[in-house]
């Protein structure tokens, strides 16, 4: 089992950058593959980006392509979403999430391959 919490949220301006962290608790966090998402007032909770168990591998949500990079400190038990140039439609809640895996290069873009969630930290975006 592993705990999750995520920090590093905050305001901000159109075209900023924020870095997301999440810091996990309990054993083995080099087993588990890892995830962002983020929900927006009213609606459902969006993938945002993903990172493999090796860290060889990362896949990303559309609208965040090209903006946002993951990466992962397994020494650290931590996992980042650096995020710039912000837009206003990146405002949400942004949660982390694991799953454990024995295959190390895959990624998980589902909400629901996810098996341990943290409580989410709010990114606002002002324009």
């Known amino acids: 089992q592993v705990q999750l919490v995520e920090s590093g949220g905050g305001l901000v301006q159109a075209g900023d950058s924020l870095r997301l962290s999440c810091a996990a608790s309990?054993?083995?966090?080099?087993?588990?593959?890892m995830g962002w998402f983020r929900q927006a007032p009213g609606k459902e909770r969006e993938f945002v980006a993903a990172?493999?168990?090796?860290?060889?591998?990362?896949d990303y949500g559309g609208s965040v392509k090209g903006r946002f990079t993951i990466s992962r400190a397994n020494a650290k038990n931590t996992v980042y979403l650096q995020m710039n140039s912000l837009e206003p439609e990146d405002t949400g809640v942004y949660y982390c999430?694991?799953?454990?895996?024995?295959?190390?290069?895959?990624?998980?873009?589902?909400?629901?391959?996810?098996?341990?969630w943290g409580q989410g930290t709010q990114v606002t975006v002002s324009s």
């Open positions: 309990g054993r083995a966090f080099s087993t588990y593959a």
């Open positions: 990172i493999s168990v090796s860290g060889s591998s990362s």
């Open positions: 999430a694991a799953v454990r895996t024995p295959t190390r290069s895959r990624t998980y873009s589902s909400s629901g391959s996810y098996d341990y």
